[in-house]
């Protein structure tokens, strides 16, 4: 018995799709103008599917639309950028020391491999939004060994609320990624030794707390 095809997406979702996927990884950054007739003729559609996209992702907060100057993607919005940021500190200590008696050998030394990685971007030709998605993996497999599976789906909305303010603040503030690697380190070198859930908790949080710093004193006006 032959498997079902799996149904054939709409050119405006197809659009849509493309588009989303291209901000989120930084591809479009924020300013960049999305012009319909320049899109439609590289995606081999007409402006219809662009049109509706476009609208999508307006409504996403994605992309921003200016009478006389069009579509453009959306920059990160600094003050919901810090309550994300807040709210993911809290949310991943807890998360964290929760999941700290759960956490293998093979798991730890899995979000070690993934932190090494990271380190390995340091230096000339840093790619910021490798880094983010490398530093997501890291707390999303520490966390994901959490047994409260309530705390588990409220860090699952938080993180893609987050994926949907920014692509990557580390874009302006490459230094702190060294300053975070080694700070995983430390995470790291707690769950190794049965270190008591409250200081990986506040250890955690902390740690999430100053790359929210370092990014607000680096954007200030």
Known sequence: MSETAAPKL???ETVYQELR???????YVAGFRLVLDQLARELNVSTVPVREAVRRLEAEGLVDFTRN???????????DY?????TLAY?????TSLAAPHLSAERLAEAAELNEQMRALQGNGFDPV????????????LCDACPNRHLRELLG??????????????TFVPGR???SVTEHEQILRLLRTGTPADEVERVTRAHKLQTLSSYLTATRP
């Open 21 to 27: 996927g291209r901000i989120l990884s930084g591809r």
């Open 130 to 141: 490798r880094f983010t998605e490398l530093n997501e993996r890291f707390h999303r497999l």
């Open 177 to 179: 990624s060294a300053t």
């Open 10 to 12: 709409s050119k405006s």
């Open 91 to 95: 949310l991943e200590g807890a998360a």
């Open 69 to 79: 100057v069009g579509a453009e993607v959306a920059g990160i919005d600094t003050a």
């Open 157 to 170: 909305r938080e993180w893609q609320r987050m994926s949907l303010i920014r692509r990557s603040s580390f």
């Open 82 to 86: 810090a309550d994300a940021m807040q």
